[in-house]
Structure formats: C-alpha cells, structure tokens
C-alpha cells in the first residue's frame, strides 16, 4: 500500500528554518501522531533539525484545526507548524 | 451576522466603526478594540528599540475560519447583535492599525465582556505571526505568557 | 491628558475615534463604547414602545467634573495613555450616538478595563437625565437596577 | 443673624413636579442637613411637597458633590435634587 500524500505548511521562523513553506510527504504508516511526524521530518533536512529542535516551542494544527503534538494523524490531509501566534 | 476579513491593504477604524454602527441602529451599546502598531518594541518608547516596519504573516483559510470560530463562541456566551472583526496581514508601518474588534449588544455589559474575549482569544488562538523591522534586523515577536494568561481566563 | 465633552451637537463617533487614535500613536490598545439612542423602550423592538425622540438634561457644571472624576478614577487604577468622553445633551434622534468614552494603553486588558469602568461610573454618577417621546407621550427614562451592581462592581 | 441664602436647583421630574429649576432660599438654622432642606422645602408649595412624597427617589448633590441625604449642609452655597441618573 503506497503512503498517503500529506500536505505539512510551515509558519514565521519555523518556515524560515525549514527554508520552505511547504511540502508534500507521505510519511510511513508508523507515524501515528503529530509528535511522530515532527521526529521524522526533523530527520528530512538539517533545516529541518533546526526548526524542530525545540518542540516546546512549536505549535500544531491539523486539518486547519489547533491540535496537540499528541494528537492522531488519522486520515489528515494538511498538518501546519508555526511558533505560538502572535497577531492582534 | 458577523464580519470577517483578513486584508493586506490597511483600513480606516473610525469609517468601519460608523459603518457598524450604522448597520446595528437598534443595538445600545457598541464595544470596540483596536490594536495600533507601536514604532518601539517593548514595554515603553524609551527602553525598547525603534520598530521602522512590521510584517504579518497569516495561515490562510485557517485565520479566517479561526476567526469565524472565535465570533461564534462569544456569540454563544453573550447575547449579541453583531460583530467585526478586521485584521491586517503584510507590510504594516507604525500607527496603522493591525485589528480591529467591534460588537454590538442591548446591553454594554456584554457588548465589553464579548470584545474583550474576541482580543484574548484572537492572540493566543488566530494563526498570525508578526516580524518586526528595527535598524538592527527583522525579529519575529515572541509570544507573551500574559496573553495565555488572559484567554485562559475564559476557559470553561 | 484625557478630553471631556459635553455637547448639543451631535458627533462622529468614527472621526472622534480616529483622532483619539493619531493623539496616542504609541498606545498598543485603544478601547472604546459608543451608547447609541435606539427607536424602542425596553429590552426588544418587539415588545417595546416606539421611542421617536429623546432629550438629554444635564446639571451643567456638574455634569463634566464629575465626568472629569471619573477619569481621574480611572487613570488611578490603570495604567493609561488618554482617555475621551463626549456626552450629548439636548435633542437627539434615534441612530444618534449619546455618549462615546474612548481609552488609550499599551495593554488591552487595562484599555478595557477602564472603559467599562468609565461606562459603569458614568451611568450611575454623571448627572444626565434621559426623556423619551412616543407616541403617547414623553417619560423620563428610569434608573435601571443592573447598572448600579455594574458600578459597585467596581467599588474597592 | 439673617439666614445665608442657598441656591437649590431641581432637574427632570424633580424639576417638571417643583415647577421650577432654581431658586435661591434662606432656610431656617434649624436645617442642618440635606434630609431637613427636604423637609422644609416640602412646605413651600403642593409642587415642593409633591416632588419630594417618595424621597427613597431623591437623589443630592451639595455644592456639585453626589452626597446622601443625611449630609450636613455646613456652609454649603448650592443643592440639587435630582432622580437616579440615566446617562451614557
């Protein structure tokens, strides 16, 4: 069975070290979990170590909605990190 | 009900206020908030450095709809009549204003307590992300502790 | 600092927000309430009188010192860049903004604070006497009980 | 000793029931506080008594100051009677 194809978006520093907003991956079927994908796309780039160096400072969402890094994957199709938002 | 907009171009608080207004002739009282881009970083002009130019970055599809979701939980506590909310996304330059939350209720109590969890929510929970320009370089704003403070406030 | 206004002529809300705006360029949160002079009496259109005029009194002199107190108040418990009040008085017709009170900080939380203090003060301490026409006569408006357990919200 | 003249001043229904919105009175000594004005005022005419039948409706401010009725007038130089405010 080939992987799904999941589209991951970056935001404000998290984009600028990862060095590109965003990408299409298919991840194997052992990443259950937001916190999961983030250890193996870490593994992609060593932009992209940088960016996840540090997950305290990382937010999710999935599906366009806030999750948690411990949140399943399920059949998501979009999964965004960005640092905690400040706009207002 | 309700207004959302995300825009790169900047707007005029007072027109749009009046517009509002205009719009909700039966509702008493009308709270707003606008949020003003300060030329210095910190907490007062003299111990911050000087801010020349801001960028804000957004998710887009999700701002808007986080937005939207941020109306629909305050009208579910309040009860209100209207509401707006505009935010800047782009280049901004000192004195523009980034946000602007309206809401209109029978009764000033709400209209105040509806606006005021627009903004704390708005900072904690819509995706935007600001970069401020000085002399020395362009810095991405770090989120402030206090802000959680605020919003966590509202839980329930 | 802070401006107190009490007029006969009507105000633009909008434009008097847009100037407290360029006078506080350095405040991160402007705050503001805008009472507007609805068409009905009562809690809905529906089950209230039609209301086609309203006359505001005033104790002149009075009137402004203790909107001038209140600020005073006000600007003791936050920390705040500027405040404004414009109350009408005389004539007004419905859609007319009554009172607006604007407050400048550089945090939101205090810029709210102080503008529902404003409001919940003024509508229990500032001399102002509301008088609405309907169709079957004018009535002086009454004292509503929910606004003094606004203001003594505030009481320390 | 002849009595200090005292400026009092009426406003909305207060006023529409008094028939007038000031008047300078010289009031005996023996009114001391702002509940013996009331009382006295109540004689000068049915309008006065009317205005002041229910004075839990009566609101003070002695020389622009709100103050309760038990307050003593001291050497006070203006009281209004006025309803509960309905400004804003």
Redesign the interface.
């Known amino acids: 069975m080939p992987a799904a194809s999941l589209t991951v978006l970056y935001f404000a520093w998290v984009k600028e070290k990862v060095g590109l907003g965003a990408e299409a991956v298919s991840p194997p079927a052992s990443v259950a979990t937001v916190s999961d994908l983030i250890d193996w796309l870490a593994g992609r780039s060593p932009g992209h170590a940088a960016a996840f160096a540090d997950r305290k400072l990382i937010k999710a969402a999935v599906d366009q909605v806030h999750a948690p890094l411990s949140s399943k994957l399920g059949d998501a199709r979009e999964v965004a990190f960005f640092p905690p938002v400040t706009g207002g | 009900m309700a207004t959302i907009r995300v825009q790169r171009e900047a707007f ?7 517009g509002f ?2 719009r ?13 881009m ?3 970083r910190g ?3 003299n111990d911050g450095e000087v801010v020349t130019a801001m960028t ?4 887009p ?3 808007e ?1 986080q937005l939207a979701e941020l109306v629909k939980e305050a009208s579910g506590r309040w009860p209100l009549d209207d509401a707006l909310v505009i ?1 800047r996304i782009g280049s901004l330059v ?2 523009e ?3 602007l939350a309206a809401v209109a209720a ?4 709400d ?2 307590a509806a ?2 969890f627009l ?1 704390d929510w ?10 401020e320009a000085t002399e020395t370089g362009a810095c ?4 402030r502790e ?1 802000d959680e403070d ?1 919003a966590a406030k509202w839980k329930r």
Chains 1, 4 share one sequence.
């Open positions: 005029d608080p007072g027109a749009e206020i009046n207004c205009t909700n002739p039966t509702s008493g009282g009308i709270a707003t908030f606008i949020g003003q300060r030329d210095f907490e007062s002009r804000l970055e957004h998710y599809g999700m701002a709809s935010h000192p004195g204003a980034i946000v029978t009764h000033r109590g209209a105040f606006c005021a903004m708005l900072k904690t929970r819509a995706p935007f992300w600001k970069k991405w704003v770090e989120a206090a605020q």
